[in-house]
T-cell receptor, first 119, second 111 residues
Framework: GAGVSQTPSNKVTEKGKYVELRCDPI?????LYWYRQSLGQGPEFLIY????????DSGLPNDRFFAVRPEGSVSTLKIQRTERGDSAVYLC?????????????????FGEGSRLTVL | SQQGEEDPQALSIQEGENATMNCSYK?????LQWYRQNSGRGLVHLIL?????REKHSGRLRVTLDTSKKSSSLLITASRAADTASYFC???????????FGAGTTVTVRA
């Protein structure tokens, strides 16, 4: 499809398990973002990729969270030893490019999200 | 962490009425954007206003920006039941490439 695709749409796991969430951005978009959204809250930034490299991972809550984008397209968010507090909707977004110049609006195109529930 | 605050948190109006929601942010910005999220779905970009603009219109949407007060408002005119959703403002700081979102306003339009 033409939009951002995220899988799985829903994931239920047990505390302590490992999970992977996948994001397939819009073709040609070099910038990819992961956000986390808790119930009743706005999205919170986790990590940003420009191409293959993680340009900013300052939003990752701790070292149990890791993300990769090996070929500059599909990205995987990996969560080890899941905890109940990790339960949230994980949103992926892409944009044509990223930058701080005024010509770059930073408009994001979001996927539908992956709802993670840790029991 | 989220950079902005939005108010009200929730808004319930009758179809045909206008809905107004406000957003405040903390740092100097390049632009401010508004997104809409239907229940259980992803966010969809609605409208963007640049830091050198004061007002912008798109269809039934009107956005204002006051950089001196670091605030913005979104007005939806002649609301419809299909406008029921959560609305988020997102600021793009001048020296950053990532958007910071507010906590959102949940709008319910009663038929």
């Amino acid at each position: 499809g033409a939009g951002v695709s995220q899988t799985p749409s829903n994931k239920v796991t047990e505390k302590g398990k490992y999970v992977e969430l996948r994001c397939d951005p819009i073709s040609g978009h070099t910038a990819l973002y992961w956000y986390r959204q808790s119930l009743g809250q706005g999205p919170e930034f986790l990590i940003y990729f420009q191409g293959t490299g993680a340009a900013d991972d300052s939003g990752l809550p701790n070292d149990r969270f890791f993300a990769v984008r090996p070929e500059g397209s599909v990205s995987t968010l990996k969560i080890q030893r899941t905890e109940r507090g990790d339960s949230a909707v994980y949103l992926c977004a892409s944009s044509l490019r990223a930058g701080t110049d005024v010509t770059n609006t930073g408009e994001l195109f979001f996927g539908e999200g992956s709802r993670l529930t840790v029991l | 962490s989220q950079q902005g605050e939005e108010d009200p948190q929730a808004l319930s109006i009758q179809e045909g009425e206008n809905a107004t929601m406000n957003c405040s942010y903390k740092t100097s910005i390049n632009n401010l954007q508004w997104y809409r999220q239907n229940s259980g779905r992803g966010l969809v970009h609605l409208i963007l206003i640049r830091s050198n603009e004061r007002e912008k219109h798109s269809g039934r949407l009107r956005v204002t920006l006051d950089t001196s007060k670091k605030s913005s408002s979104l007005l939806i005119t002649a609301s419809r039941a299909a406008d029921t959703a959560s609305y988020f403002c997102a600021s793009k700081p001048s020296n950053d490439y990532k958007l910071s979102f507010g906590a959102g306003t949940t709008v319910t339009v009663r038929a």
